[in-house]
T-cell receptor
């Protein structure tokens, strides 16, 4: 199993540009989570999906952030327009709710730097 | 309002000694607790968990203790090894319904000195 795959691993962009982060969950997992990690706030949940449907997006900072999951094997997190304060590491995670132990499996993260 | 708190941002211990990482929570609806370990440039990986019906869970060198009345849990690593040097996140999940989201603490950087 390849695990959760995220791309790109690193992204450097200028303020005002659109940024799209991508995630491929583990096959068969029915929940997908997007997190943001910063020094000040640690790991924050942004949004999560169940069977491709957004369940809770209360962690999304503002309207500049949007997330989609068009199918069970792909999700995107988009920031438009990006701002320097969006600089962070963004993680995607997935779980199989029918598994014997519900632990979230994380991808390697995307390190975003907005100049 | 942080519902899961790790008040020590860093901890250093000598190889072979015990490492104790602490975590406090405020939400009494949390019923399942987990510890994740994170190395640089990698995503967090699951380490050990405990249900609120237990007060201790052990897995090899790792033991998690839960004190529900104090809303406190701790992770003990004995003996500590240099490879244990990482950031450790405490996480909690609420009971009921289809909720699967975890609330994470801010993490504790553990450094095990050889």
């Amino acid at each position: 199993d390849a695990g959760v795959i995220q791309s790109p691993r690193h992204e450097v962009t200028e303020m005002g540009q659109e940024v799209t982060l991508r995630c491929k969950p583990i096959s068969g997992h029915d929940y997908l989570f997007w997190y943001r990690q910063t020094m000040m706030r640690g790991l924050e949940l942004l949004i999560y999906f169940n069977n491709n449907v957004p369940i809770d997006d209360s962690g999304m900072p503002e309207d500049r952030f949007s997330a989609k999951m068009p199918n069970a094997s792909f999700s995107t997190l988009k920031i438009q327009p990006s701002e320097p304060r969006d600089s962070a590491v963004y993680f995607c995670a997935s779980i199989n709710s029918g598994g014997s132990r519900e632990t979230q499996y994380f991808g390697p993260g995307t390190r975003l730097l907005v100049l | 309002d942080q519902q899961v708190k790790q008040n020590s941002p860093s901890l250093s211990v000598q190889e072979g000694r015990i490492s104790i990482l602490n975590c406090d929570y405020t939400n009494s609806m949390f019923d399942y607790f987990l510890w994740y370990k994170k190395y640089p440039a990698e995503g967090p990986t699951f380490l050990i968990s405990i249900s609120s019906i237990k007060d201790k869970n052990e897995d090899g060198r790792f033991t998690v203790f839960l004190n529900k009345s104090a809303k406190h849990l701790s992770l003990h690593i004995v003996p500590s090894q240099p490879g244990d040097s990482a950031v450790y996140f405490c996480a909690a999940r609420r009971n009921g319904g289809s909720a699967r989201q975890l609330t994470f603490g801010s993490g504790t950087q553990l450094t095990v000195l050889p």
